[in-house]
Nanobody
């Protein structure tokens, strides 16, 4: 099983980045996919997730209206489009795959994790 997160980088406040998470080794259609971020000294926090069955989404309040999660089933890839980035969005972003818990996605501990990609937003 491999989840490959990429697309991180250094961007100025107000800028945008798109993070792809490429998934292999599991049935892409059977897993919820979530993005988390972590800064040094803090716990990993859920940012956004997309449900396996119907593609419904959820967002942390701090990113609602600025981030959009989407998926391309043909490419087994989930994207996190991040707009109007703020310095507090800085962190290492991880994607994870989890078996569905119900009718919506959750920010529980994932079954599988990818390596992180660094996002740095300068003020």
């Amino acid at each position: 099983v491999q989840l490959q997160a990429s697309g991180g980088g250094l961007v100025q406040a107000g800028g945008s980045l798109r993070l792809p998470c490429s998934v292999s080794g599991i049935n892409f259609d059977a897993y919820d996919i979530a993005w988390f971020r972590q800064v040094p000294g803090k716990e990993r926090e859920g940012v956004s997730c997309i449900h396996s069955r119907d593609g419904s989404t959820d967002y942390d309040g701090s990113v609602k209206g600025r981030f959009t999660i989407s998926r391309d089933k043909a490419k087994n890839t989930v994207y996190l489009q991040m707009n109007n980035l703020k310095p507090e969005d800085t962190g290492v972003y991880y994607c994870g795959a989890d078996h569905p818990w119900g009718s919506r996605c959750y920010f529980y501990d994932m079954d599988y994790w990818g390596q992180g990609t660094q996002v740095t937003v300068s003020s």
